[in-house]
């Protein structure tokens, strides 16, 4: 079955800055990528998609990356603001399955 | 404004005590819903995926008769947490989405055994 690794685990920037999280699956026909951020004690939310016909995608200050090839995808926050502090998981699917692997998560930490 | 409603948010109750959590989609018929535990400072971990009309998939691991999951209309989905004891307090958490529709979370329980 599907596998998703996400590095790094905590990630402390500051205030300004960019931040990249990446993530690795091992299943050649996944191909929705959905990156989730989950705020203390509360609910997981979708913060931008991605799918396979598509390498890259941008939205404000978020854009995720994807590379079919080396099944890897990443997330990039730049102008890093406090309230980007947060718990960030990625996932991979196979369309019409609807079944999301997570990935572990990664700390992110914006320093004022 | 949420596109999947999860009840209640919070449930405390002594041990052996059974407890029931909603998990309802909005403006959209889902035939298949998911429910996760989340443990503190951990990832998601799926434990069942809820079919309408049809009995539950588990995931290796999880005990069916402990989470009882029953999805009886195409809007609204239950997990019964049966005896529950305090190796059981987590933060439960179900998705619900379609196939063109990606997958929402609902707020989340907070269950906590005494």
């Known amino acids: 079955g599907e596998n998703v690794e996400q590095h790094p685990s905590t990630l402390s920037v500051q205030e300004g800055d960019s931040a990249v999280i990446k993530c690795t699956y091992s299943?050649?026909?996944?191909?929705?990528f959905p990156w989730y951020k989950q705020e203390l004690g509360k609910r997981p939310q979708l913060i931008i998609d991605i799918r396979s016909n598509v390498g890259e995608k941008k939205d404000q200050r978020i854009a995720v990356t994807l590379n079919k090839t080396a099944k890897h995808f990443s997330l990039h926050i730049t102008e890093t603001q406090p309230e980007d502090s947060a718990v960030y998981f990625c996932a991979a699917i196979i369309q019409g399955a609807q079944k999301l692997v997570f990935g572990q998560g990664t700390r992110l930490t914006i320093n004022p | 404004g949420a596109v999947v409603s999860q009840h209640p948010s919070r449930v405390i109750c002594k041990s052996g005590t059974s407890v029931k959590i909603e998990c309802r989609s909005l403006d959209f018929q889902a035939t298949t819903m998911f429910w996760y535990r989340q443990f503190p400072k951990q990832s998601l971990m799926l434990m069942a995926t809820s079919n309408e009309g049809s009995k539950a998939t588990y995931e290796q691991g999880v005990e069916k008769d402990k989470f009882l999951i029953n999805h009886a209309s195409l809007t609204l989905s239950t997990l019964t947490v049966t005896s529950a004891h305090p190796e059981d307090s987590s933060f439960y958490i179900c998705s619900a989405g379609t196939e063109n529709q990606p997958q929402h979370f609902g707020d989340g329980t907070r269950l906590s055994i005494l």
């Open positions: 299943d050649s026909a996944s191909n929705y």
